[in-house]
């Protein structure tokens, strides 16, 4: 009889400590939910940003004569990120980083303003019109 | 072979450049031989139903002719060539013509003038005036090119308004096509291709910085002429920091919070004048007595004039040099605050500052810095930085953490600064491999600093990032591509009561 509720005590014990261990490792004390931002795998390249590095490669004009005036980047809700005082017939590369659901940006020269469309982190313009010959 | 016939193009382009130059000759011409008639319209031609040609039977002279579509309407508004606006000059307007065929009932060329038209919006042409009408006789000629020299009329001849000049190729019957080449118009260039191809006008330049008024941000200042911003002109990014490098935290990220939006001054030149920076101090859930600052990645120091507007305690562990930035570092360091607790004073309660929604609010505290690049126009020993050598990614964030001052903690894949203590690099759970590159990350890639643009509401203390924001895992795990807004109050991001 002595050995039966020894067996049962210890049962019980193995039991309630299996609990107890259960609660306090897997609940987070805070919001109750189990939380597993310790496991998960992060791809390399990830930058842990919500925006994202946009490299805008702007490909210039042969004028005429020197064209100079001001280059604006901005988002499409108008907010502008960079200024420079442009030669229109110069290449020119420049960094702005934008929001990650950035899919357009606006670029004004002068008085004219571009839509430029955001491919993966780069946005090319150029200021040579593209034009379908079909003639030649 | 191939290489010198693309060496000949080049100097019939440039040529014909050259001899656009209404300042040297006073000609307006259109020779093709950039081979793109984009480039043309990019410096305000115009053509209507024409394009180049290169092929043999087609070229008139050098390597490109003009080509129309085939000539079977009679109106000038269906095939036109047109020059950019122009102070029109005297004498004779000259140009060659040949077609590509024989048929056709009908074939001729007319020249018109267009005046300017104030109230004709978008692109303020008046009414064109027909001053010149060709019709061929058949044969047309295939082989040599008719050479047409035609006087501009006395009504328009060095006129001090602008004009283009139209030629409208006209045709009916048949299927041949009109060629022509070496279009030269007397006159001087008037348009302006960064203006919609509009006249040009006379700008105003208070500052005489060579940037119009009408676009230039200090319009009085010759010194400084425009503003560019990171994040934007509207809006702040916010950095979170866990500052138990290289051990892992408990990814509340809230040990330091702070919000910052640089406005990057430069001048006509292009190069930095100043960066005047707003670092608002909001929350330190940290026993740690952290510090924040940022290196210019690539900004040697000796560039920077002078800083001003952080906040250093007395004593300090910093040091700093006689421009403010902080000495012995060979890229332009800036120390914003060296301890968040002489920055934001502690509640009284609680275990850190604006982590606790039972502890009183403390008042968010923003730091003005101004870095200056240049000095009434004039840079330091190290010499001018460009616009464009300072980019966003140039801004490499860190804390220190504790007033260790070698226990750097950066966003993930920045580099630390030279006083960094890289012995800590890839110790406890931190896996940076400089060889690699890889820096401030575990082994599964997590970080210990997080860059949110666009504003951010940071968790309470304790309260693991992903426990206030239910997609944060799957925004990460997809390297971004899923839940990119998982930091806004949309429905269903937010557990609010973990977040302060």
Redesign the interface.
Known sequence: MEKKILIIMALATVVLVSCSKDKIGSIDPVNNEPTKINDIIVPTAFTWSTGKMITINVTGLPTIFPVTSTLVIGSTDGTELYKDFHDMSQDLTIKVTVPAIETVLKLTYGSVTYDVPITGSKADFSFIPVIQDTNN | MKKSYLLYIQIL?IIG?VF????LRAQVTLNCE?G????E???CWGFGAV?????DT?IISGFWST?S?QLTSASPESCWIKTPWMLVGSGNITFKAKFDGTNGNSRGIQLYYIPYNTSNAPYFEGTPVLFYDYLWTQPYPTGTAKVFSVLIPAEIANSKVVYKIRMSMIGSGGIS?LISDDLVFPGT?WS?????CLPKITIKDADSD???DG?D?YPADKNR???????????F?TLAFEDLWPS?GD?DFNDVVVDYQFKTV?N???NVVEILGKVVARASGASFKNGFGFQLDGIPSNKVISTTGNHISSPSIINFASNGLEASQPYATCIAFDNFFTLMNHPGTGSGINTDKTAPFVKYDTLSIKIAFLKDGIPPSGGTVA??QL???AFNFFIIANQNRGKEIH???SIPTSLSNTALMGTGNDDSNISTG?YFKTK????W??????GFSYP?E??????AYLH??EW??S??TLY??W?TNEAGNR?S??IY
């Open positions: 382009f450049l656009s130059s209404a300042d950039s793109n008639r984009g480039i319209q990019g410096n394009s180049y040609s290169r092929r087609h080509l579509n096509r260039y302006d291709p960064a203006n919609g060579g940037v119009p676009q941000e002429a425009f503003n560019s911003y990171y994040p934007s002109a509207n809006s990014g892992r990814y430069t006509s030149s292009n616009i464009s980019p966003s990614t966003l993930p894949n890889k599964n890639n997590l970080p600093g997080i860059n949110i643009i666009g309470i304790k309260a693991p990032i992903d426990a944060f895992n990460a795990e390297g971004g990119p807004q930091y557990v009561t973990n």
